[in-house]
């Protein structure tokens, strides 16, 4: 049976605690703060950005790291274990497989050096609906061809960092699904450009955590179709590459969440003494 190396190389090793040397100037108090001010952490995120770390998985040629999946989940980790919220940015990681792997080539070129930059920000993801959450399938927001542009309308809801982001990754119907032999088919993936775009109303949704999320209402809001990532009709198939490196970076966001738990709970079990001696040494804890 084959085995898995799962040491550091010296390389991750540096990775990490370059992540490391940028989150130590963003201790608890900074997220607080934000979190009291329902705040976006823009310092953090810009910072981050600069050094490249939100570009990891951009291949050199567009200006990013070029790195692995397996990278990009160190660096999320790594925040959440200092004690940051990498949530609040990486969204940008895993959107990319989906550009990468269908868009054009001016697309890519067009986007990715200025996203690898910070030039242009993508942290935005519209899939989820009201009526339709798992079951992606279900969802109701159309784009209808008119000549050179796509008239989107529809709801979306908890969708997060619209308002922080330059770009946005949409998908939509632009078939009916009872004009389709499966209902996985007529969906389609667009690369928007959000500022100022005409018939998007984004409305912030207050929730428990401190995500910056939103409910968004496009209403005959028009977009070049060139906007389209790849085949008309084939983008539920697109965003699998997208939620595939989601799955692993979101469960690197909650390993670093769990290092962090596990150390603080530690740290408190060796402090707090009750009856003459600390709450550690009691059995089970």
Not at 129 to 145: F, H
Request: hydrophobic residues 40%; neutral net charge.
């Amino acid at each position: 049976m084959a085995t898995i190396n799962l040491a550091l190389s010296e390389e991750q090793r540096a990775l990490r605690a370059g992540v490391l040397e940028i989150c130590k100037r963003y201790p608890g108090e900074y997220w607080r703060e934000l979190d009291a001010k329902r705040e976006y952490p823009e310092a953090f995120v810009t910072e981050l950005t600069k050094a490249g770390y939100l570009a990891a998985l951009i291949p050199a040629e567009f200006g990013g790291a070029g790195l692995g999946i397996r990278e990009g989940g160190l660096i999320l980790e790594t925040i959440n274990y200092s004690g940051g919220n990498a949530a609040a940015c990486h969204a940008q990681m895993y959107i990319m497989g989906t550009v990468l792997r269908h868009g054009s080539e001016a697309q890519k070129r067009q986007y990715l050096p200025k996203i690898a930059t910070g030039e242009l920000r993508l942290q935005a993801f519209g899939v989820t609906e009201p009526n339709s959450g798992s079951d992606t399938t279900k969802l109701q927001t159309t784009a209808v061809r008119r000549g050179d542009r796509y008239v989107v309308n529809g709801r979306k809801i908890f969708i997060s960092r619209v308002l922080q982001s330059d770009l946005m990754l949409l998908l939509a119907r632009t078939t009916p699904v009872d004009r389709v032999q499966r209902k996985t088919d007529g969906l389609s993936v667009f690369l928007i450009d959000i500022r100022d775009l005409k018939g998007l109303e984004v409305r912030p949704l207050r929730m428990m955590m401190n995500h910056s999320t939103n409910a968004l209402f496009f209403d005959d809001a028009e977009i070049p179709a060139e906007s389209l990532v790849g085949e008309e009709g084939r983008g539920f198939h697109y965003i699998l590459d997208g939620m595939n490196a989601e799955r692993i970076l979101v469960a690197s966001d909650s390993l670093g969440d769990a290092r962090w738990f596990i150390e603080k709970a530690v740290a408190y079990s060796n402090q707090r003494v009750i009856f003459g001696r600390p709450i550690g040494a009691n059995q089970g804890v």
